[in-house]
């Protein structure tokens, strides 16, 4: 049982998913820009800064590959 302010998904006003935001952010490292990333995803420019940045969904951690 978590307690404390919802995170993520969980918040009822939240416009993206975590895989979303993973994505967000494999596709800002291959250079993809903030404007154009906001436009494919529906969300403005800040929110595609604040995710890139950090600032927001800071919890979402990239997925490592399990060992073999």
């Known amino acids: 049982l978590e307690v404390g302010p ?3 998904e969980a918040h009822g006003r939240s416009k993206l998913t975590e895989d979303q935001v993973l994505e967000i952010r494999r596709e800002y490292a291959r250079g993809v ?4 990333l906001g436009k494919h ?9 604040s995710v890139v940045t950090r600032r927001t969904w800071a919890h979402v951690k990239p997925q490592l590959p399990e060992p073999a």
């Open 41 to 49: 995803f529906g969300v403005s420019f800040a929110t595609i800064r």
């Open 6 to 8: 919802a995170r993520g």
């Open 33 to 36: 820009g903030y404007r154009r």
